[in-house]
């Protein structure tokens, strides 16, 4: 507890800016200080705890220690946590309820601004961030109690939450219009994987998705893919002839619509996932959380985007 009791957010403050930027110089200018200050900060970090937080890189640069990474993350964990303290406290200045942050998968994004909306009518006493990621960046958000409440796909193993189902989340393969695999019935696996294929970056669940169904129906085929980093990128791409993708047919309601953009027919798609509401079993619910959540699931998903086929 004495060790505990010696630690300053200044020191941890500098434990983080090092770890980022991987030189002492730098992390005081982020941190507006001296390197003197800095170096300072970090000797007595480590006087206190007892051990080393840095050793030096091949490169000369600071590299966390094993007992360093542990103590950056408590560190992330803490200010994930005053900062939604503080989040709640601003809230209840203002004469509001509570302030709710609501994290979501950057494929719900196309419906999430609306959600939002409706909840901002429907709880103007309530203040309602929503922070949008890719899967591995909301899980991330969700450990470090960053978040008070999720939707994505399936849940990951850890963090420990209660689940809400929401409703269908259907995934299909897109094509521009005019492609040769357009319009038919019968494809093959082997003309599927043919044709370059799109994808999003690694740590997205889309990602995951399109790995497993090409390697479920082309076991062993090699084929040529692109990786970009939003569904955006890979509508355009795809639009602009630059391979096929799989994608949820939640981002692409407007472009079939318009068609520009058509699915490949196929009796196994589309792949039919659900969408779900998390909430961290660590973390006691506020009573604006509970209604937020109260709220969302008696939509009985009408916020979803419609499909056509």
């Known amino acids: ?24 110089t730098q992390a005081a200018e982020i941190l507006n200080l001296t390197p003197p200050a800095v170096h300072t900060q970090l000797k007595t970090l480590e006087e206190n705890i007892g051990c080393a937080m840095f050793h030096r890189s091949g490169t000369g640069g ?9 103590l950056l993350q408590a560190q992330v964990q803490s200010s994930e946590i005053l900062s939604g303290a503080m989040r709640e406290i601003e809230a209840i200045k203002r004469g509001l309820a509570g302030s709710v942050t609501l994290g979501v ?5 196309y419906f999430a601004p609306s959600l939002v909306a409706d909840l901002k009518r429907s709880h103007p006493n309530i203040d309602i961030h929503l922070n949008i990621g890719n899967r591995d960046q909301t899980i991330a958000s969700l450990r470090n109690n960053a978040l008070d409440l999720v939707i994505m796909g399936r849940p990951a193993s850890a963090p420990a939450t209660h689940e809400i189902i929401l409703g269908d989340h259907p995934h299909v393969i897109i094509l521009p219009p005019g492609h040769i695999l357009a319009d038919r019935d019968n494809i093959t696996p082997e003309e599927i ?37 939003s569904n955006e990128t890979i509508k355009q791409a795809v639009i602009a002839g630059l391979g096929i993708a799989l994608i949820s047919a939640h981002t692409v309601t407007e472009e079939l619509k318009s068609g520009r953009l058509v699915m490949l027919r196929r009796p196994d798609l589309p792949i039919m996932r659900k969408w779900y509401l998390l909430t961290p079993k660590n973390k006691e619910p506020t009573g604006a959380t509970s209604a937020v959540v109260d709220f969302i699931t008696k939509q009985n998903g009408a916020y979803l985007p419609k499909i056509s086929n």
Not at 213 to 226: F, W
């Open 62 to 70: 600071f590299e966390l220690t094993a007992e360093g990474r542990v």
């Open 1 to 24: 507890m004495q060790r505990l009791n010696g630690m300053t957010f200044r020191q941890l403050r500098a434990l983080q800016a090092v770890s980022e930027t991987g030189t002492i």
């Open 193 to 229: 994987v043919s044709h370059p294929i799109i994808r999003r970056e690694t740590g997205s669940g889309t990602r995951i998705l399109t790995t497993r169904y090409l390697d479920r129906i082309a076991p062993g085929i090699p084929y040529t893919s692109m990786d970009v980093d």
């Open 105 to 109: 998968v950057s494929t719900g994004k």
